[in-house]
């Protein structure tokens, strides 16, 4: 007996991190998903690896209605509902605040924003008529606290917890519940030294992998500095929380955001 056994769900940015983690962990949890993402061959290995009868993948870029919509049909097509939906693409952007161009701003908004906002928007009514089921969005440690180099990251995931808030309220009465979680850092693509040393990376931030700490070891020892739990989490121990999130396990829980960080944001720590 599986947690999640007779529900579908869409998961966006399945493709690889912690929505592949998702979509493996809800599988072996007895769901149905249909992963969208951007990066469509890289999702297509991913929904092959998990099977053809629990699993596939779709062309979704979260920033397009129509695609939501597409995403939505093929999952009734497949597998006769929508029950669950996870809003987990992201991208993520390293920029002072006086140095940060609007079109960047506009983009990072534009996905993790903008983005969630269209998936709850376009799945919430499936969900109903699924007969209620659960949404998952994710924030960020970002969203709740201030970091350097992140105005437009940290702008859209606090409007994620934000967005969580008044969907919870409005869903609730229909069956549906809204959270959201909130990593801190994460070890999958997102944070890897490619991506830092494109945005010429200070240390410190939420992708703060120097180009010479690419093995993991090295990148726990940095954050051993800064996390109480001494190293930087995985996937899977976000997709855990997601799966709480998402079962009955967490039937009384609507509307809040919670916080997966290995402690970082619980205080200043002086040991
Ligand atoms: N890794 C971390 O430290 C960390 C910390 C806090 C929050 N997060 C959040 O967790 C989520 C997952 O991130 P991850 O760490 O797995 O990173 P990742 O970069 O490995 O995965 C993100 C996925 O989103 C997809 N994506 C990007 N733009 C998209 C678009 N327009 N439409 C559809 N898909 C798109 C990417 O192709 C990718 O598959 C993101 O929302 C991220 O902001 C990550």
């Known amino acids: 007996m599986g947690k999640l056994d007779g529900r579908v769900f869409v998961i966006s940015g399945a493709a690889r991190g912690q929505g592949a983690e998702e979509a493996r962990l809800f599988v ?5 998903v249909v992963l969208g993402d951007v990066l469509v061959e890289q999702g297509e290995r991913v929904a092959a690896g998990l099977g053809g009868d629990v699993a596939c993948c779709v062309r979704l870029d979260v920033r397009e209605e129509a ?11 497949r ?10 693409a992201g991208i993520l952007r390293f920029n002072a605040l006086a140095d940060t161009p609007v079109a960047e701003f506009r983009e990072v908004v534009d996905v993790n924003q903008t983005g969630c906002f269209l998936g709850m928007k376009t799945l919430a ?15 960020s440690y970002a969203g709740l606290t201030g970091m350097t180099f992140l105005t437009a990251y940290a702008a859209s995931k606090a409007a994620v917890v934000g967005m969580t808030r008044v969907a919870a ?6 069956g549906v519940r809204v959270n959201a979680v909130c990593p801190g850092a994460i070890d999958t693509p997102m944070t890897n030294p490619a991506a830092a040393a494109d945005a010429g990376l200070p240390l410190g931030d939420e992708g703060a992998r120097d180009a ?20 930087m989490g995985r996937p899977e121990e976000v997709a855990r929380l997601v799966l709480f999130l998402s079962c009955a396990d ?7 955001p919670f916080v997966v960080d290995g402690g970082w944001l619980a205080g200043v720590s002086v040991v």
Do not use: C, H
Not at 169 to 174: I, P
Not at 213 to 229: E, I, N, S, T
């Open 250 to 256: 967490s039937s009384y829980v609507t509307g809040q």
């Open 79 to 88: 597998f006769g509902k929508v029950g669950g939906l996870v809003n987990n």
């Open 28 to 32: 072996s949890e007895g769901a149905k």
């Open 212 to 231: 010479a700490g690419a093995d993991p070891a090295a990148m726990d020892a940095f954050y051993a500095k800064l996390v109480p739990q001494g190293r």
């Open 169 to 174: 309220l409005e869903l609730a009465g229909r």
């Open 67 to 77: 695609d939501w919509q597409a995403a939505a049909r093929v999952a009734v097509e």
């Open 125 to 139: 009514p499936y969900i109903e008529r699924a007969g209620g089921g659960t949404i998952v969005n994710t924030s």
